[in-house]
């Protein structure tokens, strides 16, 4: 008898993962794909109109870890919606359905709190989150789980914007959360800079980056966007990305840096490999970059999580069992 396909909605997602749980199942993911048991597919993209896009991620689990998965989701400037598909990799069977908004906004901090928890100074506790959207929130949940922070500050280019996102986490972290009237003001002292932004130009610079010893750079996703300056790589003692290959193809900053017509990148570490070797920020080290384009074990780590645990306490819509019989039945 097999698993019921589950349906399991956004509350589903958010009552079974909080971000510690995330970090620490991506990290192990990441683990796993560093001794090649788990791979990616690489990003399929499209855009069209005024800023529209539409996207698919693939991952497998190959280490006896059961699972295969699949990312879909569509953005445009009057809404967007994304679903995670999750399969059982050695029957090929449907397992569940995930409405994968949150479960998005978890894996892109998840993987922000891995990168910061291996790269970043231990006693850092001055940082800078760039951007009040929807995911700052989750971004700066991320940096309180794997660091002891005594102040953060918070920037946006919308006054009211940045006022409402530090009012609605006040009092939530034992450290400050500060608003700055300027990018200069909240990059002064900050030793770890996360950049969440969508950004089209870069705006970001070394010279504004003099304190930082940790950069994520997890907002410009698309080929045509950027939010770091060239120069900052000159500064760099060490360039990770969580995916080679999306990087390669979506990330303008290294492209420009590294080449776009398929030439090795000499310089450039993957995250899963460091930490399936132990390894973690250089000594001595004046700069780490953590490039983030999202990937789909990032997600498949997450749904795994999500869907064990539903499928053990019964949460979500359950479907009738899938079988190979009627699957057959199905085929026109």
């Not at 009057?78 to 059982?88: E, I, M, N, Q, V």
């Not at 500050?153 to 996102?165: L, M, N, Q, W």
């Not at 390669?248 to 450039?268: C, F, I, K, N």
């Not at 995250?271 to 700069?287: D, F, K, V």
Request: glycine residues 10%; proline residues 3%; hydrophobic residues 45%.
């Amino acid at each position: 008898m097999t698993d019921a396909l589950r349906y399991l909605t956004e509350r589903d997602v958010v009552s079974v993962l909080d971000i510690h749980r995330a970090i620490d199942a991506l990290h192990a993911m990441l683990v796993v794909q560093g001794k090649d048991q788990a791979r990616n597919l690489p990003k399929a993209l499209a855009t069209w109109g005024d800023g529209s896009s539409m996207h698919a991620l693939g991952s497998v689990q190959t280490d006896g870890g059961g699972y295969a998965g699949f990312k879909t989701w569509v953005h445009t400037k009057a809404g967007g919606g994304s679903l995670f598909s999750l399969f059982d990799a050695g029957t090929g069977f449907l397992r569940a359905i995930i409405e994968a908004r949150a479960l998005g906004m978890l894996r892109t901090a998840a993987i922000s709190g891995v990168a910061t928890r291996a790269l970043a100074p231990e006693d850092a506790t001055q940082a800078a989150l760039i951007g009040t959207g929807p995911q700052a929130v989750t971004q700066l949940a991320a940096l309180a789980a794997v660091r002891k922070l005594r102040r953060v500050r918070v920037y946006s280019p919308t006054p009211e914007k940045r006022r409402a996102f530090v009012a609605s986490v006040a009092g939530k972290y034992a450290f400050d959360v500060e608003e700055s009237a300027s990018l200069e003001h909240a990059l002064a002292g900050a030793q770890i800079v996360t950049l969440i932004t969508r950004a089209v130009e870069p705006f970001v610079d070394a010279a504004m980056l003099a304190d930082c010893r940790h950069l994520n750079a997890v907002g410009a996703i698309l080929p045509a966007k950027a939010e770091f300056a060239q120069d900052v790589f000159d500064r760099a003692d060490q360039v990770v990305v969580d995916d080679l290959e999306n990087a390669r193809r979506g990330s303008r900053e290294l492209r420009e840096r590294y080449g776009a017509d398929g030439t090795p990148w000499q310089g450039v570490s993957v995250l899963s490999e460091l930490l399936a070797s132990g390894q973690a920020r250089p000594e001595g080290a004046r700069l780490t970059i953590f490039k983030g384009m999202g990937m789909g074990l990032s997600d498949l780590a997450m749904a795994r999580v999500v869907y064990e645990h539903a499928r053990d306490h019964g949460l979500g819509v359950a479907l009738p069992a899938q079988t190979r019989e009627n699957l057959l039945l199905a085929q026109p």
